[in-house]
């Protein structure tokens, strides 16, 4: 194909793009191809401003690969196919910019010339080029939670809207990455929801870009004017996510504060606990899982110590497996035992009782204790939980977790009778934060009925009251009481 940027100009980025685009990249569209194409980043992660020209530049990267690696297949993943969709038109764009590409790309010929057949071929969800590369796009389908995605493998996955995505759907594409150990992977998108989109940019095995306003500004993609002409017809949290290009740092009616994801996460060592708990959440179906997780109580503090996670339905399994935690570290009559008595969970709860374990169990919809203030039990656990939290009495939780995600995702409703529901994420079942919220039951509900100390009680009458006019006040301009 004539004189190659990948040959002449090895890492310049620049150069590849001019050579076959006619276009001058903007630095951090020549960092994400540099981390993809030279460096092969495996897992890559950037979240963008709007208008930053992330789908061009992800256009871009698919025809380098493609183009450079033989026998290369390049899959771009989106929400919907309308925006899969987008990413074939870029594509279709920078492909008729450069003659050479009549020649690499593999077209049917209907008596038409190169350049029509050309646009003919990127019409299609999938382009095939004679080095045996490809490039197809998919939309995850979100209402069958990626099943659309299933059966497919590449070398290369590049995800748009990567926060958009479920986690139950987004769990269908990882895995195309840990079943081909040679394969890459980059998502991009505005941070919408604090979700697997959050934790990678969390984890350190993930190579990270942040693209804020005020870089594209520097870059003259935009302009400042314009960007505080926008901010004025936007939210403050829209403004966050769309230009500021950062997480939102909790939902609007978040039951956790992100003071009590701050303090749930901090660490402290205990020479001893007094006693100990655990938590038991029983899979119910689908893509739950059994989770047991084990904390030890000292004064009016509760520390997570351990977790087990269990893919299993069975009940006996999960009796053995609560049997071998407890007895081999924590002793049975020095631990209480909270299981999810709703569906599978009964049948845990009735075995371990009649093994004399000190067992309660817990079913969510059940009566609060206050039933002039909470909907059901959940609901009213939930709030001592986030009262004990912020006030810096629940520790070691693992900070980058599902612990920490599932308690981010919980929110709760003002019901017409003004009393608080929780309302659980819908993609998915939280089996880790019902096994914590039970593991802290204990210490919630005290058998005496007293409140763990004043200061907890203080904080949980104190929310509830500031999170009630709040709520009623936003629900009643929302015309929904």
Known sequence: MGKSPATHHPEDMTAWCKDLFGIKPYNYQKKMLKALLIDRKRKITIRSTTRAGKTYAIAMAA?????????????????????AKKIMDYIAELLNVNALFEDIVMVNSDGLT????????????????????????????????????MGFGYQ????????????????????????????????????????????????????????????????????????????????????????????????????????????????????????????????????????????????????YIEHKE??????????????????????AKNTDIVVDVVGLGAGVKD?????????????????????????????????????????????????MSKYILQLRSWIYEVKSDKQLKCIDPEDKSPDYGDSLMMMCYPILFPSDGRIISHSVGELYNRPWREGVIRGIESTRARGLV
Request: aromatic share 10%; proline share 2%.
């Open 156 to 303: 290369i996955v590049i995800c748009e809207e990567s926060g958009e995505i479920d986690d139950v759907s987004y769990a269908k594409i990882y895995r195309m990455l840990v079943e081909n150990p040679k394969s890459q992977l980059l998502e991009i998108g505005n941070p919408w929801f604090l979700n697997h989109f959050y934790m990678h940019h969390h984890d350190a095995d993930w190579f990270k870009l942040h693209v804020d306003w005020k870089e594209c500004v520097y870059e003259g993609r935009m302009t400042e004017a314009a960007v505080l002409d926008q901010r004025k017809e936007m939210t403050e949290l829209e403004f966050k996510v769309l230009y500021e290009a950062e997480f939102p740092d909790e939902l609007e009616f978040a039951i956790f504060s992100q003071e009590a994801i701050n303090n749930i996460i901090k660490k402290k060592d205990f020479e001893k606990y007094e006693r100990y708990t655990c938590g038991i959440d029983v899979a119910r179906g689908g893509r739950d899982v059994t989770v047991i997780t084990i904390g030890g109580i000292a004064a009016d503090e509760i520390s």
């Open 114 to 149: 190169k350049l029509e057949r050309l646009r003919k071929e990127v019409n299609k969800r999938r382009i095939t080029f004679k080095n045996g590369s490809s490039i197809e796009i998919k939309s995850v389908d979100l209402g069958s939670k990626g099943l659309a995605v």
């Open 63 to 83: 025809i380098m690969a493609a183009t450079f690696r033989d026998d290369c297949s390049v899959g771009v993943i989106a929400p919907t196919f309308d925006k």
């Open 351 to 399: 075995r371990l009782a009649e093994l004399e374990y000190k067992v309660t169990g817990f079913s969510a919809g059940s009566k609060a204790m206050d039933e002039e203030r909470f909907k059901n039990i959940k609901t009213e656990t939930l709030w001592r939980m986030a009262a004990m939290a912020k006030n810096g009495n629940i520790l070691n939780v693992p900070a």
């Open 310 to 331: 269990m893919d299993t339905k069975d009940i006996m399994q999960v009796v053995g497996m609560a049997r071998t935690m407890i007895d081999g570290k924590y002793g």
